[in-house]
């Protein structure tokens, strides 16, 4: 699965931490899925989402 967390991190001017704070997981769970080395959960990847206000589907994508 990939994603475009890193962009939406930006356009918000948020860090990892930031945003590994607002959905409750760890600095290195957030770099672990913008690498792609970890798929999130399905609660996980809707909390990221609601932070960005977009629909999952705009975060995350199948390749």
Avoid at 9 to 19: G, H, K, P, S, Y
Avoid at 25 to 52: C, H, M, N, W
Wanted: no cysteine; glycine share 4%.
């Amino acid at each position: 699965m990939k994603n475009k967390i890193k962009v939406f991190r930006a356009m918000n001017d948020m860090t990892q931490e930031d945003l590994a704070k607002e959905v409750g997981v760890t600095r290195q769970t957030i770099l672990a899925i913008e690498k792609g080395k970890y798929d999130p959960s399905l609660s996980l990847a809707f909390r990221i989402s609601r932070v960005f206000k977009v629909n999952v589907e705009e975060v995350f994508f199948y390749d």
